[in-house]
């Protein structure tokens, strides 16, 4: 959702890289469905953060990478 400027205020921008893992898990089964995972990494390694299909976020994040073409 678009933000409105008229209303609202940017008040920090940051570039930083960041390494986007997408993963298939799960056995396709009922117990253990299969899906993807999406993981972002820090540059040096570190998780910041796993999202399952589960989570609230997963479909505007995976929607997200996909139109910035990072996954086809």
């Known amino acids: 959702m678009p933000i409105d400027n008229s209303k609202s205020r940017l008040k920090e921008v940051a570039v930083c890289k960041l390494i986007v893992t997408k993963t298939l898990v799960g056995n ?3 117990n253990s469905l299969a899906r993807d ?3 972002i990494w820090s540059e040096d390694g570190g998780l910041i953060s796993t999202l399952d ?3 609230e ?3 505007a994040i995976s ?3 996909s139109s910035l073409g990072v996954f086809r």
Do not use: K, L, N, P
Request: glycine residues 14%.
């Open 28 to 30: 396709g089964t009922e």
């Open 37 to 39: 995972v999406y993981q």
């Open 53 to 55: 299909y589960e989570d």
């Open 57 to 59: 976020a997963y479909g």
């Open 63 to 65: 929607r997200s990478f």
